[in-house]
């Protein structure tokens, strides 16, 4: 079946830090790729996506390319604020009828001034 | 983007009660509605797949008489706890997804606590 492996937390970075959290996945045929975001006491929030290879998402300066040589969706941002202090997900969907979402067990992002 | 709201945002229940939670679809049609379960410190555990008009599909160890979902129209679903107890408590996350999009928009999230 689907699966979804990221990095455990908790990762404390000073503000303006480079953040990368990996992501790994494991699916049968071309599933689309995303990162949600939850801030403390919200719901989740879509941060980014991909829908096929070699697609880059973007958001608020948060990138992730759709590697499928290595089934990978790392999370990137090049210099990190207090505000991104949340947790994130690496999930993914599948292909059929209807979007059965898979997540990997989050990590906590802490930015410190 | 789509919105999904969902209701209440918080509850406090005393153990053997009953409590609903609804999520709504605000601007698209929800076609598919899904129900996930967050425990501390863990990832979102996939409870139960409602289609509209149709009974509810449960993962593997749901107890499907506990958590009912009912998926009445293509903009509501809801989840009732019946008979609740302190070990139900958590935080509860709906996401509905309309055909036409890749992704699924979840609700804001109901924590439950169960005294």
């Known amino acids: 079946g689907n699966s979804v492996t990221q990095m455990e937390g908790p990762v404390t970075l000073s503000e303006e830090a480079f953040l990368t959290i990996n992501c790994t996945y494991t699916a049968t045929g071309y599933p689309s790729l995303f990162w949600y975001v939850q801030y403390p006491g919200e719901g989740l929030q879509l941060l980014l996506k991909?829908?096929?290879?070699?697609d880059k998402g973007s958001n608020k300066g948060f990138e992730a390319t759709y590697r499928k040589e290595t089934t990978s969706f790392h999370l990137e941002k090049g210099s990190v604020q207090v505000s991104d202090s949340a947790v994130y997900f690496c999930?993914?969907?599948?292909?059929?009828?209807?979007?059965?979402?898979?997540f990997g067990t989050g990590t906590k992002l802490q930015v410190i001034p | 983007g789509a919105v999904v709201s969902q209701h209440p945002s918080r509850v406090i229940c005393k153990s053997g009660t009953s409590v609903k939670i609804e999520c709504r679809s605000l601007d698209f049609q929800a076609t598919t509605m899904f129900w996930y379960r967050q425990f501390p410190k863990k990832s979102l555990m996939l409870m139960a797949t409602s289609n509209e008009g149709s009974k509810a599909t449960y993962e593997q160890g749901v107890e499907k008489d506990k958590f009912l979902i009912n998926h009445a129209s293509l903009t509501l679903s809801t989840l009732t706890v019946t008979s609740a107890h302190p070990e139900d408590s958590s935080f509860y996350i709906c996401?509905?997804?309309?055909?036409?999009?890749?992704?699924?928009?979840f609700g804001q999230g109901t924590r439950l606590t169960v005294v």
């Open positions: 996401s509905a997804r309309d055909q036409g999009f890749a992704e699924a928009f």
């Open positions: 991909a829908t096929k290879a070699d």
């Open positions: 999930a993914l969907g599948n292909s059929g009828g209807y979007q059965k979402v898979t």
